[in-house]
C-alpha cells in the first residue's frame, strides 16, 4: 500500500471537491490510479485527454509512482 | 523569463527589459479577454495555475524558442486570479536580429504556452452559467467517426 498526495486542477478539482488530499492505493502506475479516482470522483474526463505530473514534473500515464511523492491530475490546459 | 502575475500585467517594463542594440526586430503578442465565447457573453473569468510546473514548462517553451529561434531576448507573462473583458490575460515579446525570427518566435511562444503550460480558464457567463473551458472539446455540429455507424 503507498500513500500519495494527489493534486487536482480546474474542473477535476471541481468534481473531487477538493485541490489536494492523501490517497492510499496498491495500484503501480498513474493510468490505474486515475482509474481508481475517476470512478471514486466520477470525472467525466478520459485519460486521453488528461496529463500527469509527478513530483512538479510532467510524466507518462505508464510510470510507477512511489510511496510518499506528489502526483498531479490535470485536463486540457487553457491558458491563453 | 516566464512569470506569473496576480496582477495587471505591466507592458512597458516587459518591453524595456528586451530592450537591446544589437536587435533589429521585436515582436509582441497580447491575449486580451474578450466579452463572448461560442455564442455567449462572458462576464468575467478566473486563470488557475499549477504554479510549480507552469513557472518551469513556461521557462521551457522559452529556452526552445530562444534555441529554435535565434532570439536575443524573450519574456512572457501569463496573468492568474480573476479578469473581466478587455484586460491582458497574457503577454508575449522576443526580440532578434533580423524580423522573420521575432515574428516566428512569438507566434511559436504562445501556441506553445496555451498548449502545454498548466493554465485553466474558467469562464463565467452573462446568463449566470460559468464552464472550465477544454480547447480539445469539439463544439461542432456533425458526429464524428467513432460515434458514426460503419458503412457497409
Redesign the interface.
Known sequence: MKSVTM?Y???LS?QAGCAEERWETDVSSLQELFAELKQQHTWTLSLN?V?F?RN???CAADESFDDGDVL?I??????? | MFTLSHKAIAVEPLRQSLLRLDAGGFCSFE?WVRNHHLGRGVERLE????A??AL??GAAVLDAAQEQFDLLGVRAE?RIGELVPGEL??WVGVCSVHRDQAFEACRFI?DE??????????EFYTDRSNE??????CHCDHRHVAETEVQT
Do not use: C, N
Not at chain 2, 117 to 122: A, E, F, G, S
Open positions: 493534486l486542477f480546474a474542473q471541481a485527454k496529463r505530473a512538479d514534473a510532467f498531479a490535470m485536463p486540457p490546459m487553457s491558458g491563453g | 491575449g486563470y488557475e495555475a499549477y510549480k510546473l518551469t514548462q501569463h490575460a497574457v504562445i504556452i496555451k498548449a502545454t503550460v498548466p493554465i485553466w480558464k474558467h472550465w473551458v477544454d480547447p480539445t472539446a
